[in-house]
């Protein structure tokens, strides 16, 4: 093979895209061994067979396998090749010579030229048209702490110092007087954090300073804002007053005098008196004017007079005064107005009327009550139009009262006699105590009508409990307060909350009935169900278990065939894990575990049958093969110990003391009874020997 270091570069690198996935990366340049690649997956080295494993070499190509997944902003994946440089063939000095060894050799040497010619072509190097120049670095007591650079004559490496912040300052400052500004220099502050002989200074954003003292002009395009402004010593305020007290305490208009108030800057306009010759057309006379005194003239306006009251006379009216009798209706009565009879002297709508007094009139009538504190005095009292000593005189010596009215307080007590209301109803809002309740007229059966409870008597259904709530419909209630059975409202249900219990002189009976007609396949004819109806979760209070029969087909006069399902929830409503035929079959969902399960007919498995031990009186009829895990025994029940017997009557004469023999075929070993360690394979292998042991008898008839 023939290798070119410029056509074998030894360096590969592929992307990886954010996100993407690759496993199989090319490696096109000839390598030996697994070791000699070097793989980086984002710049970290990564490990062989942790990491990733390589295909071909042995001096061709090939490629590596590792999964990798683009990250954010992707991937790279660099692989080189960095051939250890030791030589790994000794030639003989005579005989024969192996070409094919030093072809390898030769070609290991080519590349690990490559290899390091990869290496310098990326490092620090003078370029073929420089002059000769040292590239040794300085000892390493002339570069600890310095930067590398190159000199600036000769070229030659050479260490530096940093560019630190003390150095910085040393340049900055050279030749620079401290507190002083100098053309093309660093400013540097003095000892009190002054400086002096800027020029001009320009910001673009906010002067933040302790106070500001300029001695030429200021020149604001914007605004001035200012917490306090003096001129010359003087606050601006007081500046301007003074400015216009003394302008108007020169005033000599007739009739005005101005002062002005140095000591609270106000002015004191007194006039000598104010005549007008013609109208105020404008501006307002306020509170501090004084009286207006027009004679026994008139003041007219289209607009508002607003005042505080108003003097008539010896009266005086105020506003609540006016709102009282603003708006009203004369005859009608409204809230916070004043009382106006109407033409007729009458007045309706007033609710509540207070007399301290006496209220005379001619009649009363009264639609509501009358709650009368005191005593009522009347000529004559009626009601319902009948005279009240027509109502209570056949009281006295009568064995009956007839009311035309209600009997709205008393009481009736045991002596009174029967009560015959005819077929009018007695309603009360308390309770009624009665000894018994004798129900005689029918009623119709679940009618309500407009009440929420009634207790009634039906020809066909007996005693009737009625009612309509919000959430049951009738409840049974403890001497404790709580509802221990109970039909929620338009429900059929009747809901027990504490046990249900039945009792008979031959044994209580629990009857499950179904209305239908006609009873067909997967009816059901009844069901115990199972709920946790406190639990708030959504399978936690659904169906947890139920144990409900149905039909297997439809019912007629001589099939009722049913069968028994058993149903229990995981995460779910529970649904069917176990059902019971009516020809006795038992179907399992899941895996039995049975303590002991003895069968007396046929088993038939149709899948796999995991059993640590079989015991089988009768026949075992298997159709397909049996199969005995590594370690397990076929152990056949018989006298003695560990015997195994297979086949028709095999082994089926071994006592005690016949131990660890093995008869495999019909009628094989028939003859055994206390032998030891016999062996027969075959029909009727062993048939003659009973009681000698370490015998082998394999094939028909054998021995």
Not at 296 to 320: Q, R
Not at 567 to 582: F, I, N, P, R, Y
Not at 595 to 601: F, K, P, T, V
């Amino acid at each position: 093979m023939t290798i070119s270091t410029s056509d074998n570069t030894p360096r590969i690198s592929y992307s990886v895209s954010e996100g993407a996935s690759q496993s199989s990366f090319a490696v096109p340049f000839e390598f030996f061994a697994d070791a000699d690649l070097n793989v980086y997956l984002d710049g970290t080295l990564k490990t062989i067979s942790t990491h990733y494993s390589v295909s071909g070499g042995s001096g061709t190509t090939g490629s590596i396998s590792m999964s990798v997944t683009g990250a954010s902003g992707g991937s790279t994946v660099i692989i080189t090749r960095g051939i250890a440089l030791d030589r790994t063939t000794d030639f003989p000095t005579s005989g024969s010579f192996a070409i094919g060894t030093l072809n390898t050799e030769l070609d290991r040497f080519v590349a690990i030229q490559a290899d390091l010619n990869d290496t310098i072509t990326r490092s620090v190097r003078l370029q073929d048209e420089d002059t000769a120049v040292s590239m040794e670095l300085p000892l390493k007591a002339d570069r600890v702490g310095k930067i590398l650079g190159f000199n600036s004559s000769t070229g030659a490496a050479e260490g530096f110092e940093y560019l630190t912040a003390s150095t910085l300052t040393a340049v900055a400052v050279e030749n620079q007087t401290a507190g002083t500004v100098a053309a093309s220099k660093f400013v540097l502050v003095d000892a009190n954090k002054d400086i002096a002989s800027f020029r001009n200074i320009t910001l673009t954003g906010e002067l933040d300073a302790g106070s500001l003292d300029i001695s030429g002009d200021a020149d604001i395009d914007g605004t001035l804002e200012a917490d306090a402004i003096t001129i010359g010593g003087v606050t601006l305020a007081e500046t301007i007053a003074d400015t216009v007290g003394a302008m108007v305490s020169s005033n000599t208009e007739s009739g005005i005098a101005v002062t002005y108030d140095d000591s609270d800057n106000t002015l004191d306009f007194t006039v000598a008196s104010l005549t007008t010759v013609g109208a105020l057309d404008s501006g307002s006379i306020t509170s501090g004017f004084g009286a207006i005194d027009n004679g026994s003239s008139a003041i007219t306006t289209t607009g508002t007079i607003t005042a505080g009251t108003f003097v008539l006379g010896t009266a005086s009216l105020n506003e609540n005064d006016l709102e009282s009798i603003d708006g009203i209706t004369a005859g009608t009565a409204a809230a916070s107005k004043a009382l106006i009879l109407d033409a007729n002297l009458d007045n309706s709508g007033a609710r509540n009327i207070t007399i301290s007094g006496e209220l005379d009139a001619a009649t009363l009538d009264i639609s509501g009550n009358a709650d009368i504190d005191g005593t009522l005095e009347a000529d004559a009292i009626t009601l319902g139009g009948t005279a009240l000593g027509s109502l209570y005189s056949p009281i006295a010596g009568s064995s009956s009262i007839v009311t035309t009215g209600a009997l709205n307080s008393g009481s009736i007590t045991s002596g009174f006699g029967t009560i015959d209301t005819g077929s009018s109803t007695i309603t009360t809002t308390g309770e009624v105590g009665v000894g018994r309740l004798n129900l005689s007229s029918a009623v119709s059966s679940g009618d309500l009508g407009s009440d929420k409870a009634q207790v009634g008597y039906h020809s066909a259904d007996g005693l009737l409990l009625m009612g309509q709530g919000t959430t049951n419909d009738v409840s049974l209630i403890n001497d404790t307060g709580t509802v221990v059975a109970r039909i929620p409202t338009g429900g059929s249900t009747f809901v027990v909350s504490g046990a249900l219990q039945s009792t008979g002189a031959t044994g209580a009976k629990l009857f499950l009935t179904t209305a239908e007609a006609t009873v067909v396949a997967d009816d059901s004819l009844g069901a115990i169900e199972f709920y946790a109806t406190s639990e708030t979760s959504p399978d936690g209070n659904s169906k947890a278990g139920a144990i409900e029969c149905t039909a297997e087909g439809t019912f007629a006069g001589d099939n009722n065939a049913t069968q028994m399902l058993f149903k229990l929830g995981v995460s779910e409503a529970a649904s069917t894990k176990m059902t019971l035929s009516s020809g006795g079959n038992l179907t399992v969902t899941g895996v039995g575990t049975f303590a002991s399960l003895d069968i007396s007919g046929d088993i038939d498995i149709d899948g796999t049958s995991n059993l640590d031990i079989i015991d089988v009186d009768g026949a075992a009829n298997f159709a397909a093969d049996v199969t005995f895990a590594d370690g397990a025994d076929i152990i056949t029940a018989s006298a003695g110990t560990s015997n195994v017997r297979v086949g028709v009557n095999a082994g089926n004469s071994i006592q005690s003391g016949g131990n660890y023999n093995v008869v495999v075929g019909d009628e094989a070993g028939t003859a055994l009874t206390t032998g030891d360690g016999n062996v027969a394979i075959g029909f009727n292998a062993l048939a003659n020997e009973d009681a000698h042991g370490l015998n082998v008898a394999v094939g028909n008839s054998a021995l």
